[in-house]
């Protein structure tokens, strides 16, 4: 069991050099190569289905079923610190009653050595919580760590602008990378700007003068579109790190323990349309070595069309308490999502599977997202 437990582990590093080797083919410009001075993101979801089926011949109500959930994210990141906070809680309802909670929270806070350092201190809390076990988990975490994730949406959007010219005939040939550059650095900034027609008329300059051409209201109302696009955002980088923790409530048993963690996160652009994620975190008390937690996720994201994405996403579980069997849950899940503006349509096709199942519960659902902020 060790063994595979090494090799397993030594092909999850290997993997992840790998990805992180890997360049993205924007003609000679990466977009990992980007840097921004300031990120601030905020995502808020609602995503809910329910389905409701009465037969005349039955004394019951033959189906009453619906999952509801929340998502919400923000990420603040300056050169020498950066903010991190995030929280899913989903809730199942059976005839009208609760049947079951699941939910996570996490606040992370970076600061670190130099504006162009990757080392950094940081202090976390993370927290979880499911009907199915009954007890909630919550870590306070200090220590350091190694790397940093950029939000690289910006250049991803001033490409496709430089691309949606070209299609169009506009230019004679793609921008220089100085100007894509510019044009990120402006969009980045957005939130500086009184308006997006300033914006809007800041990259008209930046283009006119690059190409030596006048663009059209067509074209201008291209790029306010490309500018204001909802799609979730895409980030470049990784991210480990080691450190001390705390139980605030017990996960591992009846004391509090002193736990050592360990986690990496790793963002890749694949090209201007796909993006991979992929997440690891290991915990375990420094005084209890036969409990353990390990939660991992590895996520592919594709762009089809301005308004169509595909995500799929295997997601994994795993609580080890003293002396009970270890309690384990996974997730394969594939979602086609459809934008129509701040409401957004998802299709989606799921397997899961934990301790005691027989097999894999399939689930296909119709859902609708709002996007509250």
């Not at 991190?84 to 059976?94: A, C, D, L, P, Y």
Request: proline share 4%; with cysteine.
């Amino acid at each position: 069991m060790r063994r595979k437990r090494r090799r397993t582990a030594r092909t999850i590093s290997a993997f992840a050099l790998l990805l992180s080797a890997m360049t993205v083919p924007t003609a000679a410009l990466s977009l990992c190569d980007f840097r921004i001075p300031t990120t601030d993101l905020t995502h808020l979801f609602l995503t809910m289905n329910y389905a409701y089926l009465n037969e005349p011949d039955t004394s019951t109500i033959d189906v009453s079923y619906g999952r509801f959930s929340f998502t919400f994210s923000h990420i603040h990141a300056e050169p020498d610190r950066a903010l991190n906070v995030g929280s899913t809680s989903e809730f199942t309802i059976e005839h009208l009653r609760l049947d079951g909670i699941l939910g996570e929270v996490n606040l992370t806070s970076r600061f670190y050595v130099s504006d162009e350092d990757a080392l950094y201190v940081f202090g976390e809390v993370k927290g979880d919580y499911s009907s199915a076990s009954g007890r909630p988990g919550l870590e306070l975490r200090i220590g350091a760590g190694f790397g940093r994730l950029t939000d690289v949406t910006p250049l991803v959007r001033a490409v496709r602008i430089g691309q949606m010219l070209n299609d169009d005939l506009v230019l004679s040939g793609p921008l220089s990378d100085d100007a894509l550059q510019e044009i990120a650095q402006l969009i980045g900034q957005e939130a500086e700007f009184p308006g997006l027609g300033e914006l809007v008329s800041r990259i008209e300059s930046i283009i006119e003068t690059e190409a030596a051409v006048t663009l059209n209201a067509r074209s201008l109302l291209a790029i306010a579109e490309q500018i204001r696009s909802t799609e979730v955002s895409q980030q470049c980088g990784w991210a480990t790190q080691l450190g001390l923790g705390y139980e605030i409530l017990r996960r591992f048993g009846d004391s509090r323990q002193l736990l050592l963690t360990l986690s990496t996160n790793i963002a890749r652009p694949l090209s201007l349309e796909s993006q991979i994620e992929i997440h690891g975190d290991v915990s375990r008390p420094l005084f209890v070595p036969s409990a353990s937690a390990l939660s991992a996720s590895i996520l592919y994201g594709r762009r089809l069309s301005d308004a169509t994405r595909l995500v799929a996403e295997y997601a994994l579980q795993r609580v080890q308490r003293p002396g009970q069997e270890p309690v384990v849950g996974e997730t394969i899940e594939a979602r086609i999502l459809f934008d129509l503006g701040p409401i957004s349509v998802t299709a989606s096709g799921s397997l899961s599977r934990g301790t005691g199942m027989s097999g894999w519960v399939e689930s296909i659902a119709i859902s609708t997202r709002v996007d509250l902020l």
